[in-house]
């Protein structure tokens, strides 16, 4: 073969990869936020606003006018994050309050707290989501599942007065495609049963779902929307402590995951786009309505879920 012939090939294939590589990344990070509505005055929390698409969500909200209420766990970093959300967003209307998912006195200590200050609330974010390996909540749950679906039930639920007084009011539960591996089994709940750590991720991810569809029925009379995303493939710490996991995100496919910016940017939507006030029970990827898994729109498992839920969380039973 001709050398000219070769050096042709070997350059069409360069940059047929090349372009492919090029797609792949605009593929896995698309999805943008682009009204630049304002949401003056309107009380919001965030959970897990200290780091990643959290904080982002908090910069991005504060920059609207809103009032911000980040809360975390670590005080420490919490103020840090204060610092660095106020700095970025020009803005001095953001606040934090101390929080621990892991803990429903905590939790119930904290609206306490927030509703000393406040007496409205439009929009609740439960962002905060971790990994945990071989531990329990002060209460006695496995800790994923106890901090990603029962805390921000039981958060949600001592909050739900303040967001019917203040609708249309908003909620937005931070969710994962994850979910789709999961199914719910009558025992999850059970500390001594034996889960990996990505199960019980994906497990608490579709108890998200699976409730966000449940209260959006139960709330829809109160024009209260309750809607779920997947951030996408996001560059965040969630699994800080899981060293392999952490330098396969951070070096090799890093170009290909979303940064935090971007990964906030379906949650922001649900937020604030006036376009879904009345929108609720949904569940959004890359800024767009995506459909869930069979298992997620089981009524039977969100119904008997609900109800579990409630009771495990000490909750009155109280019907909406
Ligand atoms: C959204 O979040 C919390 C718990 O996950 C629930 O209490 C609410 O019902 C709503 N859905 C949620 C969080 O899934
Ligand atoms: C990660 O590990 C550190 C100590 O190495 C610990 O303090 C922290 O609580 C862990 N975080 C999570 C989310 O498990
Ligand atoms: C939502 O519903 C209300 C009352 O039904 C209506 O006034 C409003 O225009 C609707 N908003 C949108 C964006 O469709």
Same mark, same amino acid.
């Given at each position: 073969?001709?050398?000219?012939?070769?050096?042709?090939?070997?350059?069409?294939?360069?940059?047929?990869?090349?372009?492919?590589?090029?797609? !792949?990344?605009?593929?896995?990070?698309?999805?943008?936020?682009?009204?630049?509505?304002?949401?003056?005055?309107?009380?919001?929390?965030?959970?897990? =606003?200290?780091?990643?698409?959290?904080?982002?969500?908090? $910069? %991005?909200? =504060?920059?609207?006018?809103?009032?911000?209420?980040?809360?975390?766990?670590?005080?420490?970093?919490?103020?840090?994050?204060? %610092? %660095?959300?106020?700095?970025?967003?020009?803005? +001095?209307?953001?606040?934090?309050?101390?929080?621990?998912? #892991?803990? !429903?006195?905590?939790?119930?200590?904290?609206?306490?707290?927030?509703?000393?200050?406040? @007496?409205?609330? @439009?929009?609740? $974010?439960?962002?905060?989501?971790?990994?945990?390996?071989?531990?329990?909540? &002060?209460?006695? !749950?496995?800790?994923? $599942?106890?901090?990603? @679906?029962?805390? @921000?039930?039981?958060?949600?639920?001592?909050?739900? %007065?303040?967001?019917?007084?203040?609708?249309?009011?908003?909620?937005?539960?931070?969710?994962?495609?994850?979910?789709?591996?999961?199914?719910?089994?009558? /025992?999850?709940?059970?500390?001594?049963?034996?889960?990996?750590?990505?199960?019980?991720?994906?497990?608490? &991810?579709?108890?998200?779902?699976?409730?966000?569809?449940?209260?959006?029925?139960?709330?829809?009379?109160?024009?209260?929307?309750?809607?779920?995303?997947?951030?996408?493939?996001?560059?965040?710490?969630?699994?800080?402590?899981?060293?392999?996991? +952490?330098?396969?995100?951070?070096?090799?496919?890093?170009?290909?995951?979303?940064?935090?910016?971007?990964? #906030?940017?379906?949650?922001?939507?649900?937020?604030? /786009?006036?376009?879904?006030?009345?929108?609720?029970? &949904?569940?959004?990827? +890359?800024?767009?309505?995506?459909?869930?898994?069979?298992?997620?729109?089981? /009524?039977?498992?969100?119904?008997?879920?609900?109800?579990?839920?409630?009771?495990?969380?000490?909750?009155?039973?109280?019907?909406?």
């Amino acid at each position: 073969m001709e050398w000219w012939l070769i050096l042709i090939i070997v350059l069409s294939v360069l940059i047929a990869f090349g372009t492919f590589l090029y797609l !792949f990344r605009l593929y896995m990070r698309q999805g943008r936020y682009k009204k630049q509505n304002r949401i003056d005055h309107n009380v919001v929390i965030i959970t897990g =606003a200290n780091t990643g698409i959290g904080k982002e969500t908090a $910069i %991005d909200l =504060a920059r609207r006018g809103a009032r911000v209420y980040i809360a975390c766990r670590d005080i420490k970093r919490g103020l840090d994050a204060l %610092d %660095d959300i106020r700095r970025h967003s020009r803005s +001095d209307f953001v606040y934090f309050l101390q929080l621990d998912l #892991a803990s !429903f006195d905590s939790i119930r200590n904290f609206v306490q707290r927030f509703r000393e200050h406040e @007496h409205k609330l @439009h929009i609740l $974010i439960n962002n905060a989501g971790l990994l945990a390996k071989n531990s329990n909540t &002060k209460d006695g !749950f496995e800790m994923t $599942i106890g901090v990603n @679906h029962l805390g @921000h039930f039981l958060l949600t639920h001592l909050l739900l %007065d303040l967001l019917i007084v203040s609708a249309p009011s908003r909620i937005v539960n931070v969710s994962s495609l994850g979910h789709k591996f999961a199914k719910l089994e009558y /025992d999850d709940f059970d500390s001594n049963k034996k889960m990996s750590v990505a199960t019980a991720y994906a497990k608490s &991810k579709l108890m998200n779902i699976l409730f966000t569809r449940k209260l959006a029925q139960k709330l829809i009379a109160e024009k209260v929307s309750v809607n779920s995303c997947h951030p996408g493939c996001v560059r965040t710490e969630i699994a800080r402590n899981f060293s392999t996991y +952490d330098f396969l995100t951070t070096k090799i496919l890093g170009e290909f995951l979303k940064s935090p910016y971007e990964g #906030a940017q379906t949650q922001i939507r649900i937020a604030v /786009d006036p376009e879904l006030e009345n929108v609720t029970g &949904k569940y959004f990827v +890359d800024c767009k309505p995506a459909s869930v898994s069979k298992e997620a729109k089981n /009524d039977e498992k969100a119904e008997w879920l609900y109800r579990k839920s409630y009771e495990l969380v000490g909750l009155e039973k109280i019907e909406l």
